[in-house]
């Protein structure tokens, strides 16, 4: 099994920015896929960025050229979502996937995000 733990959310003014940060624990040796997706009030769970094994990356539309995923080169097992320029409706609770090759994948706890004035 993968344990997930989330960090980094918060509160935030508009223009700003936080990086998010998931720990991967446990059965971690075939994870192939580390997805952060967010969830606002009312609207369905979206895909925001996602970074395979081999280190290929995808982003959402909306968040192409703000937000920024990428891996911990020294702790392979930590993924981060550095988010620059932050809007309003970006506002959501942000949660981290893996998914594994041989077993089942696993979903954190969520972070929330909060960009207001």
């Known amino acids: 099994q993968v344990q997930l733990v989330e960090s980094g959310g918060g509160l935030v003014q508009p223009g700003g920015a936080l990086r998010l940060s998931c720990a991967a624990f446990g059965s971690i040796f075939d994870i192939n896929f580390t997805g952060w997706y967010r969830q606002a009030p009312g609207k369905q769970r979206e895909l925001v960025a996602a970074?395979?094994?081999?280190?290929?990356?995808?982003y959402a539309d909306s968040v192409k050229g703000r937000f920024t995923i990428s891996r911990d080169n020294a702790k392979n097992t930590v993924v981060y979502l550095q988010m620059n320029s932050l809007k309003p409706e970006d506002t959501a609770v942000y949660y981290c996937?893996?998914?594994?090759?041989w077993g089942n994948g696993a979903w954190g706890q969520g972070t929330q995000v909060t960009v207001s004035s």
């Open positions: 996937n893996v998914r594994r090759q």
């Open positions: 970074i395979t094994s081999g280190g290929t990356t995808n």
